[in-house]
């Protein structure tokens, strides 16, 4: 496994001598060190840095659409806390963790990761150790899927059961690795579970638009729900999407879906993503473009009320992308996925790039967690998309999917890997 940097202000500008880093540290513990803990009022106006024009993704399916009246919302926001640059002090590693690798989930006893890996030209389901041994594929000699693509898993809380998608008609859609982060990955795909032996795998739903288009399934704490994102109209490049919420039971062996319920908040109509559940199992973290922006097209964290259907913004940037929300196990707040701070080079490779952020539970605090996107860190790997996060029970490590392109002029090559990030035990407190 590939070890970035133990050191979490670590720089990759070269010729420095040890006497100014001594003299730049000195400063930065004299100006900053207790700067993020004195509460302040949320800022007025956005970041100079920021203030730039709206991106614009490629065939993004939220741009196209209208915008509705805007809704009655709570808004949450917070002080940007920039002094975390080039690593974030409560980082104490970085690391390649599995190469080649796709999305993720550490279950909750902690004992097993499981993961989607290509396997010749099919995707296919695995499971290893946290320490990377063991590792086993459960759907490589299983004929139900000898010519589908399985990926996406989600332990189920028990640990002895996966929830994973599996798309039906892989001969008719390849997907490469950019592919894997786009909704392309939702086409033609069913929800299945199987048990943790690789046994027994039978399929929970049976969508019939054009074979299905469903992502990311989620459990609640309580093991007593299941969530997931389905395409629910099919026009356009991407169609409309919804958070889908069924009663998940296990009965004489058998694992079923009940009692579905599909929600619809007052959101720009698009690919509206649910992330899972919050920690009361009351709400869920999605992420949508809320429907009072008329132009701007970035995408705010919402948590959904899953009894009244309305929402509260976590995050409020008409000019980022968020998404990708997490709770921290054990500890306050979330962390998510933004592009606020990264350059967006008119030159792009990828649909969008990103970076892990943290956020307080009052919301005051908002730091940014990696810096694969800053060519001035250690962790700098070109131009960075983080498509999945997944938290082991402790809270003190973080799995993130990543796809890259080099930081090499010219280069073309699309790279994924599973990288781990280890924090100290203080972080989210």
Not at 48 to 69: G, W
Not at 149 to 169: C, D, I, K, R, T
Not at 293 to 311: H, P, Q, V
Not at 369 to 385: I, M, Q
Request: proline share 7%.
């Amino acid at each position: 496994m590939k070890l970035l940097d133990k050191t979490p202000l670590g720089s990759a500008a070269a010729g420095r001598s040890a006497g100014a880093w001594i003299v730049a540290g000195c400063l930065w513990l004299c100006l900053g060190a207790g700067a993020q803990d004195d509460p302040v009022s949320p800022p007025t106006s956005e970041p100079t840095s920021e203030s730039t024009a709206p991106p614009v993704v490629p065939d993004d399916p939220t741009e196209a659409a209208d915008a509705p009246s805007a809704p009655e919302v709570e808004v949450v926001t917070g002080r940007l806390v920039e002094r975390a640059r080039p690593g974030h002090r409560k980082v104490r590693e970085v690391r390649e963790f599995r190469k080649d690798a796709g999305r993720m989930d550490w279950s909750q006893q902690g004992d097993w990761i499981a993961f989607d890996r290509a396997e010749g030209d099919f995707h296919q389901l695995y499971i290893m150790q946290p320490d990377g041994t063991r590792e086993k594929c459960l759907t490589c000699d299983l004929y139900d899927f000898r010519k589908t693509n399985s990926f996406s898993p989600a332990w189920h809380p028990s640990g002895e059961y996966l929830v994973f998608q599996v798309q039906e008609n892989a001969k008719h859609v390849a997907l490469d690795t950019l592919k894997l982060t786009t909704p392309h990955r939702g086409l033609h795909s069913e929800l299945w579970v199987i048990s943790n032996k690789g046994r027994d795998p039978f399929k929970l739903t049976q969508i019939r638009d054009r074979g299905g288009a469903v992502v990311d399934p989620h459990f609640s704490h309580e093991a007593t729900m299941l969530v997931w994102s389905q395409r629910v109209v099919s026009l356009g490049r991407w169609g409309e999407w919804e958070p889908h919420v069924a009663r998940f039971q296990i009965k004489r062996g058998v694992p079923r879906i009940s009692k579905v319920k599909n929600y619809q908040p007052a959101v720009r109509k698009g690919f509206t993503l649910a992330h899972g559940f919050t920690p009361s199992d009351r709400g869920l973290l999605i992420s949508a473009v809320p429907d009072d922006r008329s132009s701007a097209t970035g995408r705010d964290i919402l948590e959904l009320d899953l009894e009244t259907g309305n929402y509260k913004r976590l995050t409020s940037t008409p000019r980022q992308w968020d998404e990708l929300a997490f709770p921290l196990p054990r500890a306050g707040g979330f962390v998510w996925v933004s592009d606020r701070g990264v350059e967006r080079p008119s030159n792009r490779r990828l649909p969008r790039r990103g970076d892990v952020w943290w956020m307080s539970a009052s919301g005051r605090r908002q730091e940014r967690v990696t810096f694969f996107n800053d060519p001035e860190s250690d962790h700098y790997l070109g131009e960075t998309l983080i498509d999945d996060l997944s938290w082991n029970p402790e809270g003190d490590k973080l799995l993130v999917h990543l796809v890259h392109v080099g930081p090499s002029p010219g280069s073309e090559l699309v790279e994924q890997a599973i990288y781990m990030v280890e924090f100290d035990g203080s972080f989210g407190t």
